[in-house]
């Protein structure tokens, strides 16, 4: 099974900051990875997949970058819905493999 | 609007059955591939399995194999999912999920709004 290492868990930030979570898989999965946000109580959103492809909707404050087995997700300027917990999936091969999570919190 | 609605979860003791249903609205379901996933209390998330369209290609991960059921009807729009010899780490929110291309192990872009399954005696 791939697995799937994000880092931070978690990161205090202001409105307005720049947001940088990584993803790291255990063996190269080319471009077959998407992020998602959750909030409290919430299903998760898609946010980015292909890497750095920006889903329908999403502000284009977020982007996603990388290949192979080490991924970043960008949040360019913090807003305060942005504030919930981030997870990195892998897409490249059944089982489908999730990031352990980042929760981003109001500093 | 593409609406998943999950229902059937409960408690249930362990070693017991249950069957969660997902009704689905919106899109063309018989052509889209459709999984579940679960979330643990306070925990991250875990693909639980997906289903092709047409429902010949089933995928589990392994903490389910053998115990669960992964179905659909796409008459009635609906997915399903037999739950049989539950364990206590079983205990989670299941969420329904329609992905987001035709490759089975594509990313999900719909999701449920979840349904509780606790197993405790």
């Known amino acids: 099974d791939i697995q799937m290492t994000q880092s931070p868990s978690s990161v205090s930030a202001s409105v307005g900051d720049r947001v940088t979570i990584t993803c790291r898989a255990s063996?190269?999965?080319?471009?077959?990875l998407a992020w998602y946000q959750q909030k409290p109580g919430k299903a998760p959103k898609l946010l980015i997949y292909?890497?750095?492809s920006l889903q329908t909707g999403v502000p284009s404050r977020f982007s996603g970058s990388g290949s192979g087995t080490d991924f970043t997700l960008t949040i360019r300027s913090l807003q305060p819905e942005d504030f919930a917990s981030y997870y990195c999936?892998?897409?490249?091969?059944?089982?489908?493999?999730f990031g352990g999570g980042t929760k981003v919190e109001i500093k | 609007e593409v609406q998943l609605l999950d229902s059937g979860g409960g408690l249930e003791q362990p070693g017991g059955s249950l069957r969660l249903s997902c009704a689905a609205s919106?899109?063309?379901?018989?052509?889209?591939?459709m999984s579940w996933v679960r979330q643990a209390p306070g925990k991250g998330l875990e693909w639980v399995s997906t289903?092709?369209?047409?429902?010949?290609?089933?995928y589990y991960a392994d903490s389910v194999k053998g115990r669960f059921t992964i179905s659909r009807d796409n008459s009635k729009s609906t997915l399903y999912l037999q739950m049989n010899s539950l364990r206590a780490e079983d205990t989670a929110v299941y969420y329904c999920?329609?992905?987001?291309?035709?490759?089975?192990?594509?990313?999900?872009?719909?999701w449920g709004q979840g349904t509780l399954v606790t197993v405790s005696s």
């Open positions: 999920a329609k992905s987001l291309s035709y490759y089975d192990s594509s990313p999900f872009d719909y």
């Open positions: 919106g899109f063309t379901f018989s052509t889209s591939i």
């Open positions: 063996q190269g999965i080319r471009s077959w």
């Open positions: 999936q892998q897409t490249n091969i059944f089982p489908l493999t």
């Open positions: 292909a890497a750095s």
């Open positions: 289903i092709s369209d047409s429902g010949s290609g089933t």
